[in-house]
């Protein structure tokens, strides 16, 4: 099993910024793609932003130029610094990790942190 916590979010008023972080730990796997979603109430889950082992990033158009997606050296932890945030940020954010354990590939899920983007 590999676990994701996060951490990191809270309360900002518009225009502020939060950094949210995931850590993987486990034994003997391997983590490839980390991606960080998003799920407000009464939406569906949506892709913020995703960071493959290479380093190769993608973020959603909602998010370009706000959103920073990054990992650690080791790629085991994974980071969203949020800038210039929006009420519309507003949601439950969730760590996700396409992770490969005893040559087992599957997805794994964080709990999720909430962030709220109020004044």
């Known amino acids: 099993q590999v676990q994701l916590v996060e951490s990191g979010g809270g309360l900002v008023q518009p225009g502020g910024s939060l950094r949210l972080s995931c850590a993987a730990s486990?034994?003997?796997?391997?983590?490839?793609?980390m991606r960080w979603y998003r799920q407000a109430p009464g939406n569906q889950r949506e892709l913020v932003a995703a960071i493959t082992r290479a380093g190769r990033t993608d973020l959603a158009d909602s998010v370009k130029g706000r959103f920073t997606i990054s990992t650690d050296d080791a790629r085991n932890a994974v980071y969203l610094q949020m800038n210039s945030l929006k009420p519309e940020d507003t949601a439950t954010y969730y760590c996700?990790?396409?992770?490969?354990?005893?040559?087992?590939?599957?997805?794994?899920w964080g709990q999720g942190t909430q962030v709220t983007v109020s004044s």
């Open positions: 996700n990790a396409d992770a490969t354990k005893w040559g087992i590939s599957r997805q794994y």
């Open positions: 486990g034994s003997n796997f391997r983590v490839d793609t």
